[in-house]
Nanobody
Framework: QIQLVESGGGSVQAGGSLRLSCKASGHMFNLSAMGWFRQAPGKEREFVARITMSGDSTDYADSVAGRFTVSRDNAKNTVWLQMISLKPEDTAVYYC?????????????????WGQGTQVTVSS
């Protein structure tokens, strides 16, 4: 089982950008799809993006498509979430997660391991 550590969160104004990183330690990173989820205060955790094991396929929530980009480097055991044109409604704690398999999915149940989260705050 791997451990996941997110970083890169912070406070930005609307229209700004942030790049989140998720560093994995341990084995199996390059055998798993990776996902990004977020949870805003008082709301349920929601799917943001995922990338397959090989990195050849990605998937995004409608609310972030065209603004967020997920990528990975298996040699570095790292997955990133590039966020541009940020909106106040993007404010949340962002979590990366390791999937049980090479494809992943949009549901939390598809993921076995979670990071501790990193706070993203977007002010208007």
């Amino acid at each position: 089982q791997i451990q996941l550590v997110e970083s890169g969160g912070g406070s930005v104004q609307a229209g700004g950008s942030l790049r989140l990183s998720c560093k994995a330690s341990g084995h199996m990173f390059n055998l798993s799809a990776m996902g990004w989820f977020r949870q805003a205060p008082g709301k349920e955790r929601e799917f943001v993006a995922r990338i397959t094991m090989s990195g050849d396929s990605t998937d995004y929530a409608d609310s972030v498509a065209g603004r967020f980009t997920v990528s990975r480097d298996n040699a570095k055991n790292t997955v990133w979430l590039q966020m541009i044109s940020l909106k106040p409604e993007d404010t949340a704690v962002y979590y990366c997660a390791q999937s049980f398999g090479p494809i992943g999915g949009r549901y939390s149940s598809a993921y076995r391991t979670w990071g501790q989260g990193t706070q993203v705050t977007v002010s208007s």
